[in-house]
């Protein structure tokens, strides 16, 4: 009973002065949410130059890229290559160093649009968010065009991917691919950039977290998420002029 009798007296201290001591968050209580790591918190995104051309080759190869060499060497030169490296080079103590290139989009801009030609992560990096990296890089060099892609019907992880950055099915090409299969043709039209985001963007934050929607507002956690009749649509004017 004594230890419990100075829990309460604990309690009761430390709420009067938490109530003489002025509030500096508006009456939110709740404590700033913790950071979350992004894949741009541990990739590299920049253009490819000529001297990355050997690298470049290196991780089409690894990720099964059936273009020539001449072939990437010629889009690097030209300017269409956007890369993706990893921080560090190496994931964790013990474990071998990365690649220098896990990463590789090819993509150009015409009249306007963004055709992305082809996509490629290196399979020591797959499934940590670089493709999706590359991609959006890819489409900022026109950030107010449309970007195109093809992806094989079958490559139901690629879809999901360009379905999370926005891009939507359009149509399919049939047989378009050697073997015969499909190809699915998907297009993304850039979305409007609230001022919030802009905002949020120029202080520094990553893309990932300037989309980030705005924490509930005090009343909103009240509320919930139960509709109230005046919050419900009108068919009509709830006031009308000749007195009805």
């Known amino acids: 009973r004594a230890v419990a009798r100075r829990r309460i007296d604990r309690a009761i201290t430390g709420a009067a002065t938490d109530a003489q001591s002025p509030s500096t968050n508006d009456g939110d209580d709740d404590p700033p949410p ?21 690298d470049l080759i290196a991780c089409a190869r690894a990720a ?39 990463g590789v989009c090819c993509a150009w801009v015409v009249a306007g649009e963004v055709q ?33 892609l093809e992806v094989r019907a079958s490559n139901a992880s690629a879809s999901g991917l360009y379905a999370k ?50 924490p509930e507002t005090p009343e909103e956690k009240q509320r919930g998420t139960t509709m109230h009749p005046q919050d419900y649509p009108r068919d009509r004017p709830a006031f009308r002029r000749d007195g009805g």
């Open 34 to 54: 913790a950071r979350v790591a992004t894949p741009a918190d541990f990739f590299d995104v920049r253009a490819a130059t000529d001297a990355d051309a050997a």
């Open 165 to 214: 950055l926005g891009f939507v099915e359009e149509g399919r090409r049939r047989g378009y691919y050697d073997d015969g299969e499909d190809a699915v043709c998907m297009r993304m039209t850039p979305r409007v950039v609230s001022a919030r985001e802009l905002t949020r963007l120029a202080a520094g934050l990553t893309r990932e977290e300037a989309r980030r929607p705005a």
């Open 116 to 148: 992305i030609l082809e996509v490629a992560t290196h399979p020591s990096a797959r499934r940590e968010g670089v493709g999706g990296l590359v991609v959006r890089a890819a489409c900022d060099r026109c950030p107010t065009g449309d970007a195109f």
């Open 64 to 102: 099964g890229v059936e273009w020539s060499d001449a072939q990437i060497a010629e889009e690097v030169h030209k300017g269409n290559v956007v890369l993706a490296t990893r921080k560090g080079r190496g994931r964790t103590s013990g474990e071998p160093p990365s690649p220098p290139v896990v």
